[in-house]
Structures are given as C-alpha cells and as structure tokens.
C-alpha cells in the first residue's frame, strides 16, 4: 500500500456528554489512554458515572470481568484542562453541535497538540472540510461519526474531509476496528449518509402526526411491528434530541437547497418550547 497506519496509544475524547463517554468507554475497551476532558467536573463526572454504570453491567451479564472493568476505568482520566493534548497521538472532538464552538475548541488543540497527531471530530452534520481548516492540519483531520449509544451501536461513519490524507484515513478505519466498530466510508456531503437517509424519515413521521395522519404512539407502532425497527421514530427522535434533530433537517435544507427537507413546523414549535425529548424530560412523549 505504500502507507503504514498508526498505532494510538494516547487519545483526549474532548466534551464528557452522552457521546464522548460512550467514544472514552470504547476507546479505554481498545486499549487506549483516555483523557475525557470537559469544561465543567459535574460534567465530566456525569460522564464518567455513565460510563461505570455501563461496565458494572456488563460485568453482572458476565461479558466483562471486574478486573477488566477497573482496568478500563484505569485507562480513563478526567480532565478539565486542555494541557494533556500536548501528550496526545489522537483527539476525538465530541462537544456541542455548533461549528464556531468546533472551530475555536480545535483551533487551541492545534496549538497544543503535536503536530502528528490526528484530530477527528464526531460532528453529525456539520462539513469536515470546514471544520479542518481551523487547524494547520487538514491532512491529519476527519470524520469519526459514532452512534447513539455508542457502546451498543455498530456503526462508525468515516468522513473524509477534501484534504485527508490517505494515511490519515486508513489509521481511523483500522482504529475503528480495533474499538470493534464497522466503519463506511463517506465523503463530506451535507448529512452524510446516516443523517440524510434517517432524518427525513423521522421528519415525515412528524409531518404524519402534525397533518393528523395518526396518532404518537400510533405512528411509532407501525414502524416498530411494520419494519421491524428497534424505536419508532418519534422515540428515536426524542432520543436523539429534538434540537439535534431540527439543526440537522437545517443543514440538510440549506445544503442541499431542496424542500424534501423542510423540517415539520411541529418539530420547531417543539423546540422552540425547550421540549428537546429525552434529555429535557419531554419531547413526542413526556420522561420521569
Ligand atoms: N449505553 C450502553 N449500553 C446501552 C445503552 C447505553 N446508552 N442503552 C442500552 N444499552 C444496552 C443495554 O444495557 C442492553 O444490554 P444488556 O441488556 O444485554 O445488558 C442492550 O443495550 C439493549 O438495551 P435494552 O434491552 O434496555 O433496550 P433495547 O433492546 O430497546 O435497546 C437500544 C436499546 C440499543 C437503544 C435500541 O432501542 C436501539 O437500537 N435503538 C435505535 C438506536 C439508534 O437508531 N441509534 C442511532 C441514532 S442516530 C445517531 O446516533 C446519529 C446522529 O447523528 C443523530
């Protein structure tokens, strides 16, 4: 091939939300040092909660035993400072969905990191090519698209920006492997493909409801029973979280300039409530 892939070693999972601990849980599986780092403790504790609740079940289902269990845990350390990039061979950016935050936040990485290491981000939507250009490093920068939750879910997308190096891309397939992930790869197009074939098909089951076609939990049923999908797609969006969902209908709207995409007024008034699904205890379906 003429290329060698790299081995990580040393990796920063940058935000400690539902995304990044679930990327710092596989990546301290793989072997990996993790530094999950976030701006506030709570949310990195938060993080790190999560993640131990999920070990603790895996050893009680017998799938891990509780020396394994401490010794990922070993491998993952909190941080709230950006210092322990300087140290990093990888950085997997998983904050906010908003791209001047991804922009700024890698712009510090750069100056911090070494100038080999290589920057991904878990970015849903938002052009990895943009993205790349706020660091000196577009080559060694790409797309690590995980799924919620990211323990369970088999998928990595892998995006290449216009400028990724093939080396660049063959190490982040191999790591996805090793993390015991299958990765696709995608080239950087609005959505990509996860979000391009899946968004629309929840928004139109919004449209469903909003027109009075059918009922929540009617609409839910028939995809669950009809198609046989794990979660209807009204739960899924709730589960996803319906601010994400509406930015990512917006990004394929507006790059795609095409009205297939339209998001559902329901959706935006649902937003523009604060009822973002799961995480805000209402959505499609109210939480405890
Ligand atoms: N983290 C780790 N493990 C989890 C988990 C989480 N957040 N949620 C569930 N699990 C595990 C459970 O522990 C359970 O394993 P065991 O019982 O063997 O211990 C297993 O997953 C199944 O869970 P449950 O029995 O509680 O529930 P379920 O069978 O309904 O499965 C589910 C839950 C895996 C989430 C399933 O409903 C599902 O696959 N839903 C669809 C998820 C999906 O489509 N995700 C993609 C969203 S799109 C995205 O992420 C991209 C984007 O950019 C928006």
């Known amino acids: ?31 990996l040092e993790v530094w999950l780092r976030d701006v506030e403790e709570r949310f990195v504790e938060r993080g790190l909660a999560t993640i131990r609740k999920h070990l603790d079940r895996d050893v009680e289902k017998g799938r891990k035993t509780a020396e394994e269990r401490e010794a990922i845990l070993g491998r993952i350390h909190p941080t709230l400072d950006l210092g322990p990039a300087a140290g990093v061979d990888l950085v997997i950016e998983a904050i906010v969905e908003n791209r001047e935050a991804k922009r700024s936040l890698f712009a510090e990485l750069d100056r911090l990191a070494p100038p080999g290491a290589i920057f991904a981000s878990n970015t849903s939507s938002l052009p990895i090519t943009d993205l790349a250009t706020a660091t000196r490093r577009p080559d060694r920068f790409i797309g690590m698209h ?22 660049t891309y063959a190490a982040i397939r191999d790591l996805a492997g090793r993390m ?23 928004n139109e089951a919004m449209f469903a409801v909003y027109e009075g ?36 209908l917006n990004v394929l709207y507006e790059g795609f ?24 205890g209402q959505g499609f379906y109210r939480y405890e």
């Open 257 to 280: 300039k095409d009205p297939k995409y339209r998001p559902c007024p329901l959706l935006v008034q649902l937003v523009q409530a604060g009822h973002h699904g799961r995480k805000t």
């Open 180 to 202: 015991g992930k299958t990765p696709v790869e995608v080239h950087d197009f609005p959505g990509f493909v996860s979000n391009r074939v899946l968004l629309p098909m929840l």
């Open 146 to 167: 995980f799924m919620n939750p990211v323990p369970v879910m088999k998928l990595v997308e892998i995006i290449r920006g216009l400028d990724t190096s093939e080396e």
């Open 1 to 31: 091939m003429g290329w060698e892939t790299v081995e990580f070693r040393k990796v920063m999972v940058a935000g400690a939300g539902q995304m990044g601990s679930g990327i710092a849980q596989v990546a301290a599986q793989a072997g």
């Open 213 to 248: 076609i059918a009922s929540v939990e009617d609409v839910d049923t028939v995809m669950k029973l009809g198609m046989n999908h794990p979660m209807g797609p009204l739960e899924l969006a709730d589960f996803i979280g319906l601010d994400t969902c509406l930015y990512i």
